[in-house]
T-cell receptor
Framework: AQKVTQAQTEISVVEKEDVTLDCVYE???????LFWYKQPPSGELVFLIR??????QNEISGRYSWNFQKSTSSFNFTITASQVVDSAVYFC??????FGSGNTGKLIFGQGTTLQVKP | EPEVTQTPSHQVTQMGQEVILRCVPI?????FYWYRQILGQKVEFLVS????????KSEIFDDQFSVERPDGSNFTLKIRSTKLEDSAMYFC??????????????FGSGTQLSVL
């Protein structure tokens, strides 16, 4: 079955600390897509990154970086030099489509990690 | 950047009443979705819609729920007889293509539904 696990429910750090949010996924598909979304206190879902299963290259975008490891089925997210504005709930998600159907597929979300960055 | 627009941002209703949540997806998008998030929980898939019909639906999406694209721009979610457990944030989302390429799902800001 397809599943996304974010074992860290809440993380609290002090500004300027680095923080890593863990994501472990389960899928039998050989081709799949992984995502991270940010949900600030205002409630909207903000897209951060998409990673295709055939592209294991890690990515850096400013203070954000992502470590994709197929061998351990993990897609971890690191914020370097955290800031108060990074305080939010972060969701890891797996895109899955049932084989052989005309389905559009769906995102399967993890439980989310609440990150609190204190000044 | 183009946006998915949802109205209203908050909706309060009495149990048993019908509600319609409205969404305007991004104009050139072809795939539409509804997700919901019960307070403090993860985001859950409800239904996807393509080519004027439901493509896939979850077990949550029972006969009380329906979706419609009444014109070329709106995408609505109707709950016929609301229950207390329908209280949640409902997100509309759209994408241009079918995820085979570098598609990402654009989410609206959500409608917070409170059933009293």
């Amino acid at each position: 079955a397809q599943k996304v696990t974010q074992a860290q429910t809440e993380i609290s750090v002090v500004e300027k600390e680095d923080v890593t949010l863990d994501c472990v996924y389960e899928t039998r598909d050989t081709t799949y897509y992984l995502f991270w979304y940010k949900q600030p206190p205002s409630g909207e879902l903000v897209f951060l990154i998409r990673r295709n299963s055939f592209d294991e290259q890690n990515e850096i975008s400013g203070r954000y970086s992502w470590n994709f490891q197929k061998s351990t089925s993990s897609f971890n997210f690191t914020i370097t030099a955290s800031q108060v504005v990074d305080s939010a709930v972060y969701f890891c998600a797996l895109f899955w489509r049932a084989f052989g159907s005309g389905n559009t597929g769906k995102l399967i979300f993890g439980q989310g990690t609440t990150l609190q960055v204190k000044p | 950047e183009p946006e998915v627009t949802q109205t209203p941002s908050h909706q309060v209703t009495q149990m048993g009443q019908e509600v319609i949540l409205r969404c305007v997806p991004i104009s050139n998008h072809l795939y539409f979705y509804w997700y919901r998030q019960i307070l403090g929980q993860k985001v859950e898939f409800l239904v996807s819609f393509y080519n004027n019909e439901i493509s896939e639906k979850s077990e949550i999406f029972d006969d009380q729920f329906s979706v419609e694209r009444p014109d070329g721009s709106n995408f609505t979610l109707k709950i016929r007889s609301t229950k207390l457990e329908d209280s949640a944030m409902y997100f509309c989302a759209s994408s241009e293509g079918s995820f085979a390429t570098n598609e990402k799902l654009f989410f609206g800001s959500g409608t917070q539904l409170s059933v009293l």
